[in-house]
C-alpha cells in the first residue's frame, strides 16, 4: 500500500507539472496582449512596449516558461497583471468558496444519487425505474447555466426562500446562499452516478450473493441496505472521483451564474484578460485538487476492496 | 452496459465470444428502449435532413419591428429578439446541433478506442505514457480546457470539433483500456495467442468486438454531452458562427426574455432534452443487444 | 457571459471579462453651456427634485450594485471603469461636470487667464481639507497633476501634453503655463486622472497610500483589496461641501453578471444598480418601487471599415453601406428603444454636436445607386469582427449583416474573445469591425483627434487608417480656437465631412441606464457616466 501510495503521489506531482506547462504553452499560443488590456484604447505603443517588457512578455517562451518554473520553485505564484496583487493572496481568498462548492455539490450528488440508483434498481424495468432513468437523461441534458437561472427565478425572486446570489454572510448565510448553485452543479454528475450505480446495483441484486439473503428471508428493504448499498459504497466513491473534474469544471459556469466569487470565475476572467500568473495558478490550483482528489478516492477505493489490485 | 468498476477488478460475467448476427436482430426487435430509442433518433435526424423543407419561414429573416412575438397563428413558437421565426430556427437548430454532436464524436471514438486497445493490450511503456497523458488532460478542468483550445483555434464549429478532438478521446481511451485488460486474460485470446494468430488479427477479431461496446454505447451519451457542451459554450459566446442557428446560442439570446417571452429559452431546451433522451435510450437499447451475456 | 455591453458568463456574465473603458468624463466648457439639449435625466431629476419638497434627510446606507469590481484607487493610472467611478468618491479635481454636461468649478473656485490664452491661473477653494485633516493647498495639486502628466504608462496622460508647467504661488494659486494655445484645457484638467492628492501622498509610500487613501471627497476607504466582492465608503465628516454627504455610507456591491444585478434589484437587495440591460429596461419599469433612469453618454457605437483595404477605400462602397444600414430599426429591435439612432459621429450630448450635419439615412435604392458607381457594383464579401463575448455586438452584427445582403454585400461574422478582438483589429488585420467610442472629457477634441486625425490622433483615425487632409487641418484649428461660436462652426464643418466620407458608421447613441429604487433621491449620471453620492439622501 504504501509503495503504491509513493508511485501515486510521484505520478500526481507529474500530472500536476504536465497541467501547467500545458497552460502556459496554451496561454502563449493564444493571440491578446495583457498590456493592451490593461492601459486601455488610447495607450501609446511606447507605453505597452515598457509594460511587457516589466512583465518579461517579450522574452521567448522558453525562457518565459524557465522563468516561471524558477519562481514556482521558490514558491512565489507571481503577481496578477490586473489586480496588482499576488496571485496567491487572490486564491487564497476564493479557494474556501470553490471548496465548500464542491464539496456540497458532491454531497447532493450522493445523497440525491444514491437512493434514485437503489431505487430504480429495486424497480428495475417499473415505472420508478423508468422514471429515474428519465430523470437523469433530463439532467444530462439540461445546460447548468440554463437551470440555474430558473431555480433563481423560482426560489429567489418568487418564493424569497433563498438568496439570489452571492456568498452571503456568516456560517448560516453561507450555507443557504450554496443551495441552489451545489444543487446546479450537482447536476453535472448525477446523471452519470445514477445510470452507473444503477447497472452495478443490478448485477448485486442478480447475484447469488444477495439470492441467499432473500433466501433466508431478510425483509427486501434490509436486503437493499444492508447489502445492496453497502456494495454501491465502493462504486460510488470511484465514480465521484473519476467525475471529480468534471464537477470542478462545471463550477465555472455555476460561479457565473450565481455570483459567487471562487477560482472558476476567477479564472474564467483570467483568461479573457490574459492574466498569465493568475491563469497559471489558478489552473494548477484546480488540477491539483483534481488529482488529489482522484488519489484520495482511489486509495479509499483500495481499502474498501481488497479485490482491487492496486498496480 | 457493464458496470464501472475500479479497473482492476474483473466484472462479474466472463467474456465470451462474439454472438451471431441473429442473436443481436432479436434482441434489437424486442428491446423496448431500442426501438424506442431509434424511433426518436431517426426521428431527429430525419427533421435535421428535412428541416428547409418543413420549416415555415427562412432561420434567418429577420423582421425588427415585430421582435419577441408571443405565440400566433403566423409564428407557431413566436419570434426572437430580431423577428425571426422561433419554429423554423428550431427545426434548423436540429440540423446544426446534430451535425456538430456527431461530427465532434468520430475523431474521439476512434482516436480513443484505438489508442485505449493498444495501450491494454500491450500495456508497459505504452500503457504508462498514455495513462500519464489522460491523467493529465482528466486534470483539466474540462470547460477551462476547451475554452483555451477555442481561443486558440479560433471559433465556430472547427474550433469546438478540434476542442472536442483533444478533450474527449481520454473517455474512451479509459473505458476501452479497462476492458481491454481484462479480455487480455481470458482463455480465448490465450488460445489465440497460442495458436499464433498475428496480434493485429487478434486485436480486431477477439479482443475489440467485447470492447468496442462500451465505446459504442458510450458514443450516444457522448453526443449529448457534446451537444450540451456546444450549448455551453454557445452561452459563453464561444458557439457556432452568427447567425448559425443553434440551440445554446437560441438559449442564450434568450435567456434575457425570460420572464417575458419565456418561450425562447425554454423550447430549445426542451429540444436538447428531447434528443438526450433519444441518444440515450438508444444508448441503452444497444447496451441491451450487444451485451455479451 | 456576453453582457449587454455586457458580458458572458452569462454571456453576459462571462465575458464580462472585459474592461469597458469608459472614463469618468467631467468636462463641460466654462465659456458657454453646451449647445446640446438639456438631458432628460436632468429634468427627470429636477422633477423628483421638486415633488419631494422634504428637505433631504441624513443618514443611512446606500446599497449600489456595480458591473465591475475595482483593481486600483489611482487615478493617475488606470481606464477601467469599475476604479474611476470608486476613486472619484475619493478624490476630486479642480473642476467637474455636471450632469448636463456642463463644466463646474469644485476645487478651484475661480480662475483667470492669460489674453494669449497659455496662462492660466487658478484660485482653490478655502476651507478645503483632506480627510486627514491637513489642509489642501498649492502643492498638492502641482505634485498631483505633474504625477499625473509625466506617468508615460497612464492612460489619459497624453490629455496633458499641452500643459508645459505648473507652478504654485503661494498656497491657494496654481500657475499652469501651456505651449499652445489649447482649448480643451479645461475640460482635460478636469478629467478623473487630474484628480488632487496630498503632495508626495502624505508621507506615505505610493502602495500604503492608494490602500489607504486620502482625499477631499465625500467619502472614505480605509483597507482597499482588489478583487473584493464588496467595498464601504464612509462619510467624510470633514467635506467641504458643508451638511454633505446625506449619506452615513455606501456600500458598493459588485455583481458582474447582469442577470443578477436586474434580481437584485427587484429582490431589492440593492438601491441602485449600474449598466442595466435594454432588455430588461420594461419588466424593471413594471416592478414596484423601481423606476429605471436613462442617462444621456457621451458614447457611439461605430462599425468601422478598414481603408487600407480597396474595397473600403472606394468612399462610394463606405457611402453605399452607410445607406444601407437602417439605424432607427436597428435601435428599435437591439436596443428595446432605449438608444437613439445613429448620424454624426459626434453623439448628440457632446458639446458642439452638430443636429445639422447631413446624415446619410436609411435608404435602399441610394445604397444601390452609390455602390453602382463604385469599383465594386456587385459586391463582395467580406469578414466582420466582433468582441463575441458581448451579445449586443452579435445582435448587431447579425441585423447588420442582414441588412448588407441585399445590396451584395455578404458578411461573414467573426466573433472573437475580448483580449484577441483588441489585438487583432488594432493591428488593422481586419476588414469590418464594430465598438464603441467615447469622449472621457466635456470637450469633443479627444473624440475628433482620435477618429480623424490619423497620424497623431493616436490611433490611426479609430483604426480606420481614414485621412482627410481638411478634417484634419480643421480639427487643429479648433484646438487653438476660442471663441465658441467659431469652434462650433469648425466643429461642425468636421461633422459634415466625416459624415460625407463616411470612414466610419455612427450605429447609435447608447445611454447609461440604470435602475433605482423610489427611496433613493438625488442620484444624477454626468454623459460621462460620473455620478457625484454626496447629493444622494434616502427617504
Redesign the interface.
Known amino acids: 500500500m504504501a509503495s503504491y501510495t509513493a508511485r501515486r503521489l510521484l505520478s500526481a506531482v507529474l500530472v500536476i507539472f504536465g497541467v501547467t506547462l500545458a497552460t502556459f504553452l496554451l496561454m502563449h499560443i493564444e493571440p491578446g496582449d495583457p498590456a493592451r488590456s490593461v492601459l486601455g484604447i488610447r495607450a501609446s505603443p511606447s507605453a505597452v512596449a515598457a509594460l511587457r517588457r516589466e512583465w518579461g512578455l517579450n522574452s521567448s517562451v522558453p525562457v518565459q516558461l524557465g522563468r516561471f518554473l524558477g519562481q514556482l520553485f521558490q514558491g512565489n505564484l507571481g503577481q496578477s497583471y490586473i489586480y496588482h496583487v499576488s496571485t496567491a493572496s487572490l486564491i487564497a481568498s476564493r479557494v474556501g468558496q470553490t471548496a465548500a462548492l464542491v464539496a456540497v455539490a458532491a454531497l447532493f450528488a450522493v445523497v440525491i444519487s444514491v437512493p434514485l440508483a437503489t431505487l430504480a434498481a429495486a424497480r428495475k424495468e417499473g415505472v420508478a425505474d423508468h422514471l429515474v432513468r428519465g430523470f437523469s437523461v433530463v439532467g444530462l441534458a439540461l445546460p447548468a447555466f440554463w437551470f440555474g437561472i430558473l431555480l433563481i427565478e423560482i426560489f429567489a425572486v418568487h418564493l424569497h426562500v433563498l438568496p439570489v446570489g452571492g456568498a452571503g454572510s456568516g456560517f448560516g448565510g453561507h450555507l443557504k446562499a450554496l443551495v441552489l448553485p451545489a444543487f446546479t452543479a450537482s447536476l453535472a454528475i448525477v446523471p452519470i452516478l445514477v445510470r452507473s450505480l444503477r447497472v452495478g446495483m443490478i448485477e448485486v441484486l442478480d447475484s447469488e450473493f444477495v439470492a441467499v439473503a432473500r433466501a433466508k428471508g431478510l425483509g427486501e428493504v434490509r436486503v437493499l441496505f444492508s447489502h445492496v448499498a453497502r456494495n454501491a459504497l465502493l462504486p460510488t466513491v470511484t465514480l465521484l472521483g473519476l467525475n471529480i473534474a468534471f464537477l470542478i469544471g462545471s463550477t465555472v459556469v455555476v460561479e457565473q451564474v450565481f455570483n459567487l466569487n471562487g477560482l472558476g470565475s476567477l479564472l474564467l476572467s483570467a483568461i479573457l484578460n490574459r492574466d498569465f500568473p493568475v491563469v497559471q495558478a489558478t489552473t494548477l490550483v484546480l488540477g491539483a485538487g483534481v488529482v488529489i482528489v482522484n488519489l484520495g478516492t482511489d486509495l479509499l477505493a483500495a481499502r474498501l476492496d481488497p479485490r482491487i489490485r492496486l498496480r | 452496459m457493464t458496470s464501472v468498476l475500479s479497473p482492476g477488478q474483473a466484472p462479474l460475467t466472463a467474456t465470451k465470444q462474439p454472438h451471431s448476427r441473429s442473436v443481436f436482430i432479436y434482441r434489437a426487435t424486442h428491446s423496448k428502449t431500442f426501438i424506442a430509442g431509434s424511433v426518436l433518433t431517426v426521428g431527429l435526424i430525419l427533421v435535421a435532413v428535412l428541416a428547409p423543407v418543413i420549416s415555415p419561414y427562412s432561420p434567418n429573416h429577420q423582421d425588427l419591428y415585430d421582435i419577441l412575438g408571443g405565440f400566433s397563428s403566423k409564428h407557431l413558437l413566436g419570434t426572437d429578439e430580431l423577428g425571426r421565426d422561433e419554429l423554423s430556427r428550431l427545426l434548423w437548430a436540429t440540423r446544426t446541433d446534430l451535425r456538430l454532436g456527431f461530427l465532434a464524436v468520430i475523431f474521439p471514438f476512434f482516436f480513443g478506442t484505438a489508442v485505449g486497445t493498444l495501450a491494454g493490450y500491450y500495456g508497459g511503456w505504452l500503457d504508462s505514457g498514455v495513462m500519464r497523458v489522460v491523467e493529465v488532460l482528466i486534470a483539466f478542468p474540462f470547460y477551462v480546457l476547451v475554452i483555451g483550445l477555442i481561443f486558440v483555434v479560433g471559433t465556430g464549429t472547427t474550433g469546438i470539433i478540434v476542442a472536442f478532438a483533444v478533450v474527449d478521446w481520454i473517455i474512451y481511451a479509459r473505458a476501452v483500456r479497462s476492458t481491454t485488460l481484462v479480455v487480455r486474460e481470458s482463455d480465448y485470446v490465450a488460445a489465440a495467442k497460442s495458436g499464433g494468430l498475428p496480434t493485429w488479427r487478434i486485436l480486431w477479431r477477439h479482443v475489440l468486438p467485447n470492447t468496442v461496446t462500451q465505446s459504442v454505447v458510450y458514443l450516444t451519451s457522448d453526443i449529448v454531452l457534446v451537444i450540451v457542451a456546444v450549448v455551453t459554450l454557445g452561452y459563453l459566446g464561444l458557439g457556432v458562427q452568427p447567425p448559425t442557428p443553434d440551440w445554446g446560442t437560441m438559449i442564450s439570446e434568450g435567456q434575457e426574455f425570460l420572464t417575458t417571452t419565456w418561450g425562447l429559452a425554454t423550447i430549445p431546451g426542451v429540444a436538447v432534452v428531447i434528443t438526450g433522451l433519444a441518444l440515450s435510450l438508444l444508448g441503452d437499447g444497444l447496451a441491451d443487444v450487444l451485451r455479451p451475456r | 457571459?456576453?453582457t449587454?455591453d455586457k458580458n458572458?458568463?452569462?454571456?453576459?456574465?462571462?465575458?464580462?471579462?472585459?474592461?469597458a473603458?469608459s472614463a469618468a468624463t467631467l468636462l463641460g466648457s466654462v465659456v458657454a453651456p453646451a449647445a446640446s439639449a438639456s438631458p432628460r435625466s436632468v429634468l427627470r431629476a429636477a422633477g423628483r427634485a421638486l415633488a419631494n419638497t422634504a428637505a433631504p434627510k441624513q443618514g443611512g446606507t446606500l446599497r449600489f450594485a456595480r458591473s465591475i469590481a475595482p483593481?486600483?484607487l489611482d487615478p493617475a493610472n488606470t481606464?477601467?471603469a469599475g476604479d474611476i467611478y470608486t476613486l472619484d468618491k475619493v478624490f476630486e479635481p479642480l473642476f467637474v461636470t455636471n450632469p448636463a454636461g456642463q463644466l463646474v468649478p469644485w476645487l478651484a473656485s475661480s480662475y483667470t487667464v492669460s489674453p494669449d490664452h497659455q496662462t492660466f491661473t487658478f484660485t482653490l477653494r478655502p476651507g478645503v481639507k483632506f480627510s486627514n485633516g491637513t489642509p489642501l493647498t498649492a502643492e498638492d495639486v502641482v505634485f498631483s497633476i505633474n504625477r499625473s502628466r509625466t506617468n508615460?504608462?497612464?492612460?489619459?496622460s497624453?490629455l496633458d501634453f499641452a500643459i508645459a508647467s505648473i507652478k504654485a504661488q503661494g498656497d491657494s494659486t496654481v500657475v499652469f503655463k501651456l505651449s499652445q494655445p489649447w482649448a480643451p484645457f479645461l475640460s482635460d484638467i478636469s478629467v478623473f486622472a487630474n484628480a488632487i492628492i496630498p503632495a508626495n501622498f502624505g508621507g506615505q509610500s505610493e502602495k500604503a497610500f492608494f490602500n489607504n487613501p486620502v482625499g477631499t471627497g465625500p467619502f472614505t476607504v480605509s483597507g482597499f483589496?482588489?478583487?473584493a466582492?464588496s467595498l464601504t465608503l464612509k462619510r467624510n465628516p470633514t467635506y467641504w461641501r458643508a451638511g454633505r454627504p446625506y449619506l452615513d455610507s455606501v456600500e458598493f456591491?459588485y455583481?458582474?453578471?447582469?442577470?443578477?444585478r436586474v434580481?437584485?434589484a427587484?429582490?431589492g437587495?440593492a438601491d441602485i444598480i449600474d449598466t442595466v440591460?435594454p432588455?430588461?429596461v420594461?419588466?424593471l419599469k413594471n416592478s414596484s418601487g423601481l423606476s429605471v433612469e436613462l442617462f444621456p453618454a457621451w458614447q457611439v457605437d461605430l462599425l468601422v471599415m478598414n481603408e487600407k483595404l480597396p474595397q473600403f477605400a472606394d468612399r462610394h462602397v463606405r457611402r453605399a453601406i452607410t445607406y444601407a444600414i437602417?439605424r432607427p430599426?436597428?435601435v428599435?429591435?437591439?436596443s428595446f428603444g432605449t438608444a437613439a439612432p445613429g448620424g454624426s459621429f459626434f453623439p448628440p450630448s457632446l458639446q458642439y454636436y452638430s443636429a445639422s450635419t447631413p446624415v446619410l439615412a436609411y435608404s435602399l435604392a441610394q445604397a444601390k445607386a452609390e455602390l453602382a458607381q463604385s469599383k465594386f457594383p456587385k459586391g463582395f464579401s467580406t469578414r466582420l469582427l466582433i468582441d463575441?463575448?458581448?451579445?449586443k455586438w452579435?445582435?448587431f452584427?447579425?441585423?447588420i449583416?442582414?441588412q448588407l445582403q441585399p445590396i451584395g454585400i455578404n458578411v461573414?461574422?467573426?466573433?472573437?474573445?475580448?483580449?484577441?478582438f483588441?489585438?487583432?483589429f488594432?493591428k488593422l488585420d481586419y476588414e469590418m469591425f464594430i465598438d464603441y467610442a467615447i469622449n472621457d472629457i466635456s470637450d469633443p477634441d479627444e473624440m475628433a483627434s482620435?477618429e480623424v486625425d490619423v497620424k497623431n490622433g493616436?490611433?490611426q483615425s479609430y483604426w480606420s487608417n481614414y485621412d482627410d487632409p481638411t478634417a484634419i487641418a480643421l480639427v487643429h484649428q479648433a484646438e487653438g480656437e476660442y471663441d465658441s461660436s467659431k469652434r462650433a462652426s469648425l466643429y461642425a464643418q468636421i461633422q459634415k465631412i466625416v459624415a460625407e466620407d463616411a470612414p466610419f458608421v455612427a450605429l447609435d447613441y447608447p445611454p447609461y441606464i440604470y435602475a433605482v429604487s423610489n427611496r433613493v433621491n438625488g442620484f444624477a449620471v454626468n454623459p460621462g457616466g460620473a455620478y457625484r453620492l454626496e447629493n444622494v439622501w434616502l427617504s
Do not use: C, W
Request: proline fraction near 8%; charged fraction near 20%; aromatic fraction near 4%.
Open positions: 457571459m456576453p449587454s458572458p458568463l452569462t454571456r453576459r456574465d462571462l465575458l464580462k471579462y472585459g474592461i473603458g483593481t486600483t481606464i477601467i508615460s504608462a497612464g492612460p489619459l497624453f483589496t482588489p478583487d466582492s456591491l455583481v458582474d453578471n447582469d442577470n443578477q434580481l437584485q427587484q429582490g437587495e440591460p432588455a430588461d420594461t419588466s437602417d430599426a436597428l428599435h429591435a437591439a463575441g463575448g458581448v451579445q452579435n445582435t452584427a447579425q441585423i449583416k442582414a461573414d461574422i467573426t466573433p472573437l474573445d475580448h483580449s484577441a483588441e489585438a487583432t488594432q482620435f493616436g490611433s
